[in-house]
């Protein structure tokens, strides 16, 4: 069985190419899962450290999909992903959300090789229906990962990608290829891979298709969408920025603008560059900055500080092709056609 029909297998419900919204923490609600899920993609749920709010989550989109699970082999599980950040997450306290809940897949990132496979075991155990993909961004990793846990997935994050990640990443152009490669020089072939990190059009997807990927994950362009959950100010900086590469960077510094980054050591993270960046870039001392910041905040004088300078607005190196709301089934459904026709078009240019 090909990957990709491997993986329409374990999602009866989509339409492809395989389409995954992102499990962005605090964006990615049950309202977007939901949305991306019943036109044809996979939704996911983001990570939350509060279990009584990813209860609720979880049961109102069981609550939203209950006709879509009742047309399912298994009409118990619950057709999204839930996305969890492993290190220092209560693993006990998560398997028991993942037995209640049954979700289709369980999407983990940021841990070590043997937290991973504690977390995967632990899974497999609890909701044995629920397929395990393992985020990671090198070559090493993931040939580390595959042998120890055998997820059904690894989600390939390449360094354009939004958000937390691995400092020293490739893009999906040659970490896709070079993992395919070793897993089958190690006879691990038979795990699927999904590319993430600068898709957000049907050119991405079709790219990503081709360098051997089965789906594709979209974080940045569904940050457009009517149904996740984010401030406006943040949506329109979104809009308002262009030319990814120079509008965005990779750095330590977003986690540490107001106190110390509890990230591990190898994890950075790429955001819309800001005043505290540059500074950080320039040599200004760390609490310096966050003094200025504090000091800024708190006087009465002046105008309120620019979200974009107080914050960090998590965005890839595609957002400037993000620029309009949208909503989250539009989204999906633009990128499959674009994909299908681009795709043809390669294969008229043989």
């Known amino acids: 069985m090909s990957r990709p029909n491997m993986l329409k297998s374990h999602l009866p419900w989509v339409q492809t190419p395989l389409i995954v919204s992102a499990p962005m923490s605090g964006a990615a609600t049950s309202k977007l899962a939901v949305a991306v899920t019943r036109a044809g993609g996979l939704g996911h749920i983001g990570f939350m450290d509060n279990m009584t709010a990813l209860s609720n989550e979880l049961n109102t989109a069981k609550h939203e999909l209950q006709d879509l699970m009742?047309?399912?082999?298994?009409?118990?599980?619950?057709?999204?992903?839930?996305?969890?950040?492993?290190?220092?997450?209560?693993?006990?306290?998560?398997?028991?959300?993942?037995?209640?809940?049954?979700?289709?897949?369980?999407?983990?990132?940021?841990?070590?090789?043997?937290?991973?496979?504690?977390?995967?075991?632990?899974?497999?155990?609890?909701?044995?229906?629920?397929?395990?993909?393992?985020?990671?961004?090198?070559?090493?990793?993931?040939?580390?990962?595959?042998r120890a846990c055998r997820p059904d997935v690894l989600v390939l994050?390449?360094?354009?990608?939004g958000g937390h990640g691995h400092q020293n990443g490739a893009s999906i152009l040659s970490l896709i290829p070079e993992v395919a490669d070793t897993l089958q020089q190690n006879g691990l072939d038979d795990i699927s891979l999904v590319a993430a990190g600068g898709i957000v059009d049907g050119r991405g997807c079709a790219a990503a298709l081709a360098l051997g990927a089965s789906g594709v994950v979209m974080g940045t362009r569904f940050l457009a969408a009517t149904e996740t959950q984010i401030s406006q100010v943040y949506r329109d900086a979104i809009f308002?920025?262009?030319?990814?590469?120079?509008?965005?960077?990779?750095?330590?510094?977003?986690?540490?603008?107001?106190?110390?980054?509890?990230?591990?050591?190898?994890?950075?993270?790429?955001?819309l560059r800001n005043k505290a960046y540059e500074q950080y870039q320039d040599g200004v001392d760390i609490d310096k900055i966050r003094n200025g910041l504090f000091s800024a905040m708190n006087r009465q004088d002046t105008e309120p500080l620019d979200a974009r300078e107080s914050g960090s607005i998590w965005a890839g190196t595609g957002v400037g092709l993000v620029n309009r709301p949208e909503q989250a089934a539009n989204i999906l459904r633009e990128v499959q056609h674009q994909t299908r026709n681009y795709l043809d078009r390669a294969m008229l240019a043989l």
């Not at 009409?75 to 209560?90: A, E, K, N």
């Open 70 to 146: 009742a047309t399912l082999p298994n009409p118990r599980q619950l057709p999204i992903g839930l996305g969890v950040i492993v290190f220092g997450s209560p693993i006990e306290a998560f398997m028991k959300i993942f037995a209640t809940h049954q979700p289709a897949v369980a999407w983990l990132s940021f841990g070590s090789t043997g937290e991973l496979r504690e977390w995967t075991d632990g899974i497999r155990r609890a909701s044995p229906e629920t397929k395990v993909w393992i985020q990671l961004g090198s070559v090493r990793a993931a040939l580390d990962v595959a």
């Open 157 to 161: 994050q390449g360094c354009d990608a």
């Open 240 to 271: 308002k920025a262009s030319d990814g590469g120079e509008t965005t960077a990779r750095s330590r510094v977003f986690d540490e603008i107001w106190g110390p980054n509890f990230w591990p050591t190898g994890y950075d993270g790429r955001c």
